[in-house]
């Protein structure tokens, strides 16, 4: 699977990042220049998860930003659908439940959680390879206690626009070189490259936030609007 405009079945995508595992985290801090510790600091600063509360983080990979949410003693589930990506983490954290960081496989569109299970609930990167973003949003609600938040960290537009267009030549020509010579699947960053161009913006991400039922959403551009971050509330 290389291609955005595929129909991003779950298995189809499971099957992707189960390839790109072993070294999907190295890949990632490499295509985002060193700036992903700086994402994932401020994906948990917008969490702002504090003891006595349970995160769900949704495509959580190999657990590498689930951690983040632990160190004021919330506990955290990080869940994904590629049973390689959970493998690894596992594997590096010492078990399937570790550190106050939990691993489970699930699917966004049919979350195995009860409702409002999750006082936040938080996915990074991972919304826009979910085949019907509004069912997941929705379901990201279901599982979220009233009064709860969601915090979306996904790749997102530059304004002005020439710096966009910049971005797009990074994506669809850089990128792709250092995948073939760092990944274990370097064809999945040809999808990567495609699935961001083809991504909302911000304000019409916000717009399908809204419509899911999440309310007071907003957003906050990182590097200039590579990523933004959204949140939203369950009232």
């Known amino acids: 699977m290389t291609r955005a405009s595929l129909d991003k079945s779950p298995r ?12 999907y985290d ?9 700036r992903t510790r700086m994402w994932r600091r401020e994906t948990a600063r917008a969490v702002d998860a504090y003891r006595g509360e349970r995160v769900l983080d ?11 949410f632990t160190e004021r003693g919330a506990s955290c589930v990080a869940c994904d659908f590629s049973l390689g990506m959970l493998e690894v983490g596992r594997r590096r954290r010492g078990g399937a439940s570790a550190g106050g960081v939990t691993f489970v496989a699930g699917d966004a569109l ?24 509004a069912a997941a949003l929705r379901e990201m609600r279901r599982v979220t206690r009233p009064g709860g938040r969601l915090v979306v960290c996904e790749f997102s537009h530059l304004a002005p626009e020439a710096l966009d267009r910049l971005y797009r030549q990074y994506l669809i020509r850089v990128i792709p070189l250092v995948a073939r010579a760092v990944s274990s699947n370097p ?5 990567l490259a495609e699935s961001i161009q083809d991504w909302p913006d911000q304000p019409a991400l916000a717009a399908l936030m809204r419509a899911a039922g999440w309310r ?7 590097t200039f609007g590579v990523v933004a971050l959204h949140r939203g509330y369950r009232l």
Do not use: C, H, K, Q
């Open 12 to 23: 189809d995508v499971a099957a992707m990042f189960d390839r790109t595992s072993e070294r």
């Open 26 to 34: 190295l890949m990632n801090a490499l295509m985002a220049a060193g």
């Open 58 to 68: 949704i495509a959580a990979g190999t657990g590498t930003s689930s951690a983040a």
């Open 110 to 133: 049919r979350l195995p959680f009860a409702d409002e299970s999750f006082d936040a609930v938080t996915i990074s990167f991972g919304l826009r390879n979910i085949a019907d973003t």
């Open 187 to 191: 064809d999945s960053y040809d999808y």
């Open 216 to 222: 007071s959403v907003a957003w906050r551009n990182l």
